[in-house]
């Protein structure tokens, strides 16, 4: 689960991270209330959206006067913000935050993410802030500093010392970046984050080190134990399909192609993708119905794709094991008899009760294509989606 940056803010506030004075607002006249409140010669307002490279978009502008916030943000709330992580389609801005204005001295880059690889936190450092870290890994990869986190230790002194010299900290500021690296590693573990950044953490003038950006992410497995956390969503920041999607336990994500996948488990749904590809096709998202899905729960899926209007066909990937062949085939059966599915269907399933399913699947009267392998299946599929023709 993503946040907002005033929120995200307010989160590592709560464990000691130091950031800028500031406060959100809904409208323009809040909005100059909170700049006379700061004070201050400059103050910053910015755009609240789920997405990076807000500044390069226009989503983040300097005031010098409560007046001139209340104009910038009456125009900026309610534009539509397109940056290059919100696509040609942009977000559209409903809050902003207006925040105190420093004195930089220098930018640099900090955060925290689980290594898969490695099975434990790695801290990622770069004097290199406030730029895209992708750009500066791939342009100047002797600027990325890595330190692997023991659980059992959590992060020591001399591993934040290591990355504060390594960034070319003199050795006060240095001193204040051991403590703030501990009390974000702290943050980050206490909220079962799977990422903290913070980008730029400043060096200003006055040698203190503050969070001017930061975006925090939740796991959303472990919510459950954070009521407080799971308060904080923004539906209206996220793809509708996918907020729906969630009403049924689904787990789907919306890409770009034109064939629909639904499937039972995440390597599964993997697989499939890349061998929609290999095809020479398109998947059009990531659906896994879960191994005890019910025929509820498929008519919901199947809507949901349904709703994508750039599917021009479906693959059905399913190893019956918990959900069985027979279930799946009758769920299928009642949700394009119900929702009258208008794009070809391509089904492959195995496992427990499959000739049950595929003899329902046969006497249905309903125009399946069937296939006993996955490469016959995408083969398929793809050649339905490009011709496309309708059930």
Not at 231 to 250: N, T, W, Y
Not at 323 to 349: F, H, K, N, S
Request: glycine content about 12%.
């Amino acid at each position: 689960m993503k946040i907002h940056e005033y929120q995200a803010k307010s989160v590592l506030a709560r464990f000691g991270v130091p950031v800028p004075r500031g406060e959100v607002a809904f409208t323009a006249a809040e909005a100059a209330e909170i700049a006379r409140r700061l004070g201050g010669p400059v103050t910053v307002v910015k755009a609240q959206i789920h997405a990076g490279g807000r500044g390069k978009g226009g989503g983040v502008k300097l005031a010098k006067s409560p007046e001139e916030v209340e104009q910038i943000a009456k125009g900026m709330i309610g534009m539509t913000l397109v940056t290059h992580q919100t696509g040609p389609e942009g977000k559209t801005v409903g809050r902003v935050l207006v925040e105190e204005g420093l004195q930089i001295d220098r930018e640099l880059y900090v955060s925290i993410v689980i290594d898969r690889a490695a099975a434990c936190p790695v801290i990622i450092a770069s004097a290199a802030g406030g730029m895209d870290i992708e750009e500066v890994a791939a342009s100047q990869p002797e600027k990325i500093l890595k330190e692997y986190v023991d659980r059992g230790t959590g992060i020591v002194p001399f591993q934040a010392r290591k990355l504060a010299f390594g960034m070319g900290l003199a050795a006060g500021p240095a001193g204040k970046l051991v403590k703030l690296l501990e009390t974000v590693y702290t943050a980050f573990i206490e909220t079962d984050a799977s990422m903290i950044e913070i980008n730029p953490l400043i060096l200003t003038r006055a040698g203190d080190l503050l969070a001017l950006d930061a975006k925090v992410t939740f796991d959303d497995n472990a919510l459950y134990r954070h009521p407080d956390l799971r308060d904080l969503r923004d539906i209206s920041e996220e793809d509708p399909l996918e907020v729906e999607a969630s009403k049924f336990s689904l787990n789907y994500i919306r890409l770009d192609g034109n064939i629909g996948c639904m499937v039972n488990g995440a390597g599964l749904a993997m697989a499939t993708m890349d061998i929609i590809k290999l095809a020479g096709g398109e998947p059009a998202n990531f659906l896994d119905v879960g191994g005890g899905a019910n025929a509820e729960q498929i008519r919901s899926a199947f809507k949901i794709l349904m709703s994508d209007k750039n599917v021009r066909a479906v693959l059905i990937n399913i190893f019956g094991g918990i959900l069985r062949c027979d279930v799946l085939a009758q769920g299928v059966i009642t949700a394009v008899t119900e929702l009258g599915v208008p794009v070809p269907i391509v089904i492959r399933m195995e496992g427990t009760n499959v000739e049950e399913g595929k003899k329902r699947l046969r006497e249905s009267g309903l125009n399946f294509t069937t296939a006993d392998s996955m490469g016959e299946a995408a083969e398929r599929v793809v050649a339905l989606a490009g011709a496309g023709q309708t059930t």
